[in-house]
């Protein structure tokens, strides 16, 4: 199997196993269903005839072409497009030859974020908090630290939110925006990530602010 590196594509060998004569049953598989905008896609190829040219698309881009292995495989990965001002975009990553051999697969590209409903509310409130873009996935917690100075964050409570679902990490959690008592006034960071621990702005996190009036 090819070895292959370029500025669109990074190609590592591995050995598939399929012989020369599958090409009919051509196929490419994901790493991930779901990435991150800015993640590598990483895929492999099989069953195409031995070192024939294949090229690679998302959606209508053309990513590269290049020679599959002697066995037909071939292995890579190569960094997913930005979105704009899209959430989230499905395509089909396409694998195909001058012969009309075609292998595809749905390759799902997401921000990351967390959406508050309603998007306005007091700190007692119930609101449904919907993560997405962890595409880790794991549980999900939400840490709430009282803004001391620009440097110094008291963390006051962690909340264990749940379990993220489906092949991008999305969730929806029902809860009061701040599950505090009798909560000082001040600036209420709230970090969303899956660590049960409180490590601030640090792995893969999302923050919001609840601002808590003084009381008159």
């Not at 896609?41 to 990513?63: D, H, K, S, W």
């Not at 590209?109 to 962890?134: E, I």
Request: aromatic share 8%; proline share 5%; charged share 20%.
């Amino acid at each position: 199997m090819r070895f292959r590196t370029t500025t669109t594509l990074l190609a590592a060998a591995a050995a598939l196993g399929i012989g020369a004569g599958g090409a009919s049953a051509a196929t490419v598989k994901l790493d991930r269903a779901c990435v991150r905008a800015a993640q590598p896609i990483g895929f492999t190829i099989a069953g195409f005839a031995p070192e024939e040219q294949v090229r690679v698309l998302l959606g209508a881009n053309f990513i590269d072409g290049f020679a599959v292995g002697t066995d037909g495989g071939f292995a890579g990965m190569f960094a997913s497009p930005g979105l704009g001002d899209l959430p989230r975009l499905s395509s089909t990553l396409t694998v195909t030859n001058d012969y009309g051999t075609t292998a595809t697969a749905q390759q799902i590209v997401t921000t990351l974020g967390v959406t508050m409903t309603p998007a306005a509310a007091r700190p007692a409130s119930r609101v449904s908090f919907r993560p997405f873009g962890f595409v880790e996935r794991g549980t999900i917690y939400a840490h709430y630290a009282l803004t001391k100075s620009d440097t110094v964050h008291k963390l006051v409570r962690t909340v264990k939110l749940g379990a993220l679902k489906g092949p991008c990490g999305d969730g929806l959690f029902k809860v009061r925006q701040l599950p505090l008592r009798s909560p000082r006034s001040g600036v209420y960071e709230i970090q969303f990530d899956a660590s049960k621990a409180y490590h601030r702005q640090q792995g893969v996190y999302v923050e919001r602010t609840v601002f808590v009036a003084p009381k008159r």
